[in-house]
């Protein structure tokens, strides 16, 4: 069975310090991998997609296909980056997509 | 329109009422999705739209729950018999063809407080 998990529910971080959001993934296929992220007040919205391989707002994320995971990851949080982040993993050609239960990322000043 | 729509955006019922919650797509998306977003459960797939049809409804969490979709385009996520467990932000996301690779838009939801 397909599942993502975000052991983080919290995660706080100081302005310019690095960030890393984690998320580990269980799926027997080749899957494909994203993260959205919320901001308060505003709607769910995709971040960055593994298949990319881009660069969103100076976040990066790696697909380890040998530890099963899709971290998230940022060199210097800024305080804007303050949000809910989701990973969210669907099945090659499949349509239905399984979010993770989201790490509220807080960037303090 | 220029984006999804969701209404109402918030709706509060009393246990054992029946709801309607409503989504609009963006014109021209031939796929709609229903999720719930629940505190600390993150988004529960419920339902999957190709056109009218609903390929997988594996996600409807009971028979108390239904779906449909008219015209390719507005969608209806009806809600019987409420329960105080049904009480979740319902979110609704569409995007141009199945498959995520296409990229979700999400509607601002539809916050359901059951008393």
């Known amino acids: 069975a397909q599942r993502v998990t975000q052991p983080e529910k919290l995660l706080s971080v100081f302005k310019g310090a690095p960030v890393e959001l984690k998320c580990n993934y269980s799926?027997?296929?080749?899957?494909?991998l994203f993260w959205y992220v919320q901001y308060s007040r505003q709607r769910l919205q995709l971040l960055l997609r593994?298949?990319s391989r881009e660069s969103i707002k100076g976040f990066t994320a790696d697909l380890n296909k040998g530890e099963t995971s899709f971290h998230l990851k940022k060199p210097f949080a800024q305080e804007e980056d303050s949000a809910m982040y989701y990973c969210?993993?669907?099945?090659?050609?499949?349509?239905?997509?399984?979010f993770g239960a989201g790490t509220r990322l807080f960037v303090k000043a | 329109g220029a984006g999804v729509s969701q209404s109402p955006s918030n709706k509060v019922t009393e246990k054992g009422k029946d709801v309607e919650l409503r989504c609009d797509p963006i014109?021209?998306?031939?796929?709609l999705y229903w999720y719930r977003q629940s505190l600390g459960q993150g988004l529960e797939f419920l339902i999957y739209?190709?056109?009218?049809?609903?390929?997988?409804k594996s996600g409807l969490p009971s028979d108390r729950f239904s779906a449909e979709r008219t015209g390719g385009s507005v969608s209806t996520l009806t809600i019987q018999r409420t329960q105080q467990e049904d009480s979740a932000v319902y979110l609704c996301?569409?995007?141009?063809?199945?498959?995520?690779?296409?990229?979700?838009?999400f509607g601002s939801g539809t916050r359901l407080t059951v008393v």
């Open positions: 996301a569409s995007s141009p063809r199945p498959g995520i690779q296409y990229g979700y838009t």
């Open positions: 799926y027997s296929g080749s899957p494909e």
């Open positions: 593994h298949i």
């Open positions: 969210a993993l669907t099945a090659g050609g499949g349509f239905k997509t399984i």
């Open positions: 014109s021209g998306h031939t796929a």
């Open positions: 739209f190709q056109g009218n049809s609903a390929p997988d």
